[in-house]
């Protein structure tokens, strides 16, 4: 089987020979790339590129790529404009470290520690947040630490900071909302920016509150689910995952909120996954996910 | 094979007995039922159905069939608030007849033509209304009369007055707007209501204008199409039937605008089969789908 | 919100008046029907229906419905060929009793008793029965007996009895093998034929063993899973419920397994959830799913 | 837009630098590099690739590509073992040729031929082959050659002579058997070998005759159809692309060949469409769909 590989994200303005020069770069270090996949988008005329490569036989050590790669790229003249640019290196054997954010509900959760017990999802989870004490068991019973944090107008401020300060503590690369419910301000978004939040709508049908009971007066025969990265406008950051399934007049409310559950765990999971793989990349409002 | 049948749809106030009621009115006059659905809906206390039964053999002429119906329905007590209630009896041998207007494209158009040349559709089509001339030829070719009124803000009332006059002409039943692209009248959907409308959008979202290119911009993984009937409310109608299919970062507006069309075709077709077999009761703005 | 009904599933030649006579048998002692649909199989010439009823207000006493339909059937002849027939009463309070069988695989199992916390499921899991000890630990977190019997083909004989003694002991109305993997006699199935398998392919398509693999060598770019009721006939018994997933030359056979597992806990509950509802009426090999 | 564009495809052993080495081929001949996508298949141990240019700007004329690749191929070592590579090259604007082969069915022949009216395949149908008379109208409305070869076992080696002589004839680049029903010889495929196939099932579920009536026999409750190159082993070719659609119990065997002809030519489509813009790469009994 391939060992640790290093994945490399680049996002930049388009121009001849990228996909030549970054590909020289690894293999004249002698890296033996498994996963190359470009993207050139005609509209923004950018340049979008995720490239893995086995660890074993590079000539660089991990912590000298980077740097390597930063004067290579200086010496070629691969990114004349450097604010337009943004790249990102990470190792398939390092463990992301994520924060549940919920609720009430359980099943996101219970189904996000489910995929990480089962090795799905290659990340630690060490902190569970709420703003409701209901899910406390399922975090003892699985040894997670869960902090209740009240959601309250008055106190939003010491909140967020209460929040921002766990994050820090436990050193948290990735907050995922898994039917969180509330809304964090821009403040909060400000520093910290790496959220993946689940919808429990096929986006933009339904944005904001009680999208089940509004798609049951709609009478739409199908109803979806969204995962997306949480930006300071509520609902519309940057799509990773959709998905749908079908009801009909026989689905009530209740059903519809059934249903969508499913779909809900299955869209937030794919999302999470394809997140920790390096497969997502933002550019604007959109991600391209090198699936 | 079952040769003819009569088919019976009820959207009325709720009671104990309708099943055992309707039912027995058809036994009762030795008709055979090959399908028969029900549905409850709790919210609004209505109960709905649609039962289907051979002709062969039935002890009622045809014509007899609607006022015995009355009749029973009224020494039974069926309906007690009568102004609540509709019903609706159709043969299935019956042969509809359709108009499909168009605007430019002709891929629904086209669809439809061939399925009910192939059998699907339980229709005639006599009449192609379009504001451009250019799906002339294919009118020609199948032997179908088409009318072009151009659309024009300042002689709205007079293209509408042509219109009307030409679906009473031509014994009109049914409008398939195939990708139509133009807002009837509230006074043109007094006179005639039985129109059906393909969207280019997974309803609600992207409703209104340009639904592909706002599905590139907000990035949306899964576009979707829905077949619904028209109302004075813009893409507000009562759902029949919606689809989707998924795209990616690869698919640019002309690749939405590509997939869609197929999308478009099969959830038209559907709907308009549906509706044409007596499967669909509208109800508020919902629809039951007896599929 | 409507409390509890009383459910008929029935089964028989087709013949003039079925749904007539036994809705006015439900009429007739003053029951509210909130659902009913029938289904004639045109092919093999039956009769399915499955009617729900209110027993608030019915004016027979649970325990007296059975005999009282049985009597009522005989003198309407609603049943001339009564070898031919199979009709079921149940009642949506009624709690069923699950024993779930598993192998090494957690996932189906997992799911299944969440969602019977959840409520999704009208089911108590009293019994846990595996091959392996492997999965012990989450049945003691749940509380819920764990009974290891290993199997060995030399000693099946004593090992089936040990487990038929099993499902009497715990008065187990329907087994769920959730990933057993392994096959069950025609003696057994002789004493307890209410038992549910989850596939893991799009049967008929890679019945037996292997499915991922062999899928993964065909080169298939969808994936599926079956839930089915278990007869003689390895893998080739009644379907109630199927799902795809799509997959491409990007997924291995390991990415194959993690995507199907997804599929089998989806269609694995679904089907369960079904029949505990009474909503699957099983006719030859095939099935009739009241969804 | 983008102008006319080169792409080159590649199957070969996998071995360090193959991206680096090919994309500099096209870097230093000045080529701008609008998609590429590269794939190792681990357990082959294959580099699959598919890069596309610009023809505008590129340094070398179209008709030098081809040697001037090899001569570097060989500098570079690019392909040890030559034996075990195939590689491509084609151009965006190059029009294939397609012959449809038909029998009594209809609508994936339509479908292919609005397909290409309007742009969406790029390519010619200049020629018809069927073994019977009935689609002759189609093809005369659409000006396109019409040959029957009535199918014989005994004048087998006869009618295949005529069939490769007229796609001689005619310079067929692609034949499609858009529900051709019979079956080549290998002689015949040793002569000809482009040939996509569509199944109207879930491969490899149904292989062989009457797929519809067995699905339907074992009660499956999703339905499928398969496009594949042909090969000599029946229905056993490499698959391009599948899809599939829900039935239920109210879908007898003529609902669901109906039901089926949308699955068909929907799924035919994309596969002469992905085969036609060089999306396909077969190795062993696989493809990789560059999608």
Not at 29 to 48: E, K, Q, S, Y
Not at 127 to 133: A, E, K, P, Q, W
Not at 179 to 187: A, C, E, V
Not at 229 to 252: A, C, K, W
């Amino acid at each position: 089987m391939v060992g640790p590989t290093a994945i490399l994200l680049v996002c930049c303005p388009d121009q001849r020979g990228l996909v030549a020069k970054i590909a020289h770069f690894i293999y004249s270090h002698n890296g033996n790339i498994i996963h190359a996949d470009h993207h050139t988008d005609g509209v923004a005329d950018l340049f979008l590129t995720r490239i893995e490569w086995e660890v074993a036989g590079f000539a660089l050590g991990r912590s000298h790529i980077a740097e390597a790669f930063e004067t290579y790229a200086q010496e070629q003249g691969l990114f004349p404009r450097p604010e337009e640019v943004r790249w990102h290196l990470d190792f398939s054997d390092r463990v992301s470290r994520l924060a549940i954010w919920v609720s009430r509900q359980d099943h996101c959760l219970l189904d996000l520690i489910w995929r990480q017990r089962a090795g799905e999802l290659r990340a630690d989870i060490p902190l569970i947040i709420s703003n409701h004490d209901q899910n406390r068991a399922i975090a003892e019973q699985f040894k997670i630490d869960f902090h209740t944090i009240p959601v309250n107008p008055d106190h939003r401020v010491e909140a967020e900071a209460q929040q921002l300060k766990l994050l820090q503590t436990y050193n948290i690369d990735l907050v995922i909302l898994a039917k969180y419910m509330q809304i964090l301000s821009p403040d909060f978004l400000g520093q910290f920016s790496q959220i993946i939040n689940i919808h429990h709508s096929f986006l933009p049908a339904f944005a904001g509150a009680n999208p089940y009971q509004r798609a049951y007066v709609r009478g739409v025969k199908i109803i979806g689910a969204t995962a997306h990265y949480v930006t300071q406008n509520l609902d519309q950051g940057p799509i990773i995952e959709q998905d749908v399934v079908r009801v009909s007049h026989r689905d009530d409310v209740t059903d519809l909120v059934r249903k969508g559950k499913d779909l809900e765990r299955m869209v937030l999971a794919r999302a999470v996954r394809l997140h920790l793989h390096n497969r997502v990349l933002v550019y604007g409002n959109r991600t391209v996910v090198f699936a």
